[in-house]
């Protein structure tokens, strides 16, 4: 079986909507409105991966033009700037039974080439601490602490910068 990514769609918002609920605690998991609304406004933005036939797991963020998140980004779709600077992540989102496959790695590498692609300066994503070494060996840089509180977590800005 070979892993397949793609852009997601809103035929694929029920699944997508399963997995961010077994993914994220309740306050921080995006709600099933938030992430139609991504899916309609984000396009490229949001993709997914199907392995079997069965999506897995997905990325999502809009494209902003501030280097870090804030708070408001996540809940707003009017923050989206299709010619923006910056990819943001706002999730990362893989089934348990697929994680430490390689895959979770394989969608972030996607959107890297997609924002790369398109132009972007770079892409930015907001990670907790235990997080951080596995974006590290991706490329990404920890820009430190966050003043994002989204969830009631504390987070740590990551930024990944293209040419």
Request: proline fraction near 4%; glycine fraction near 8%; include cysteine.
């Amino acid at each position: 079986m070979e892993l397949l990514i793609r852009q997601a769609s809103i035929e694929d918002l029920d699944r997508l909507n399963e997995i961010e609920q077994i993914c994220f605690p309740p306050m921080e998991a995006a709600s099933r409105d938030s992430l139609k609304f991504r899916l309609m406004v984000y396009g490229p933005s949001f993709q997914l991966a199907e392995f079997d036939s069965r999506i897995i797991g997905f990325i999502n963020g809009s494209i902003i033009n501030d280097m870090v998140i804030h708070d408001e980004h996540y809940g707003d779709t009017s923050y989206h700037d299709p010619n923006g600077e910056y990819q943001s992540i706002f999730g990362l989102c893989m089934l348990p039974e697929y994680r430490k496959s390689g895959y979770a790695s394989a969608l972030v590498k996607a959107l890297i080439k997609t924002a790369a692609d398109s132009g972007r300066k770079g892409l930015t994503l907001c990670c907790k601490e235990e997080k951080i070494p596995y974006y590290e060996k991706l490329g990404f840089v920890n820009h430190g602490r966050s003043a994002s509180d989204h969830g009631g977590a504390v987070w740590y800005n990551m930024i990944f910068e293209l040419n």
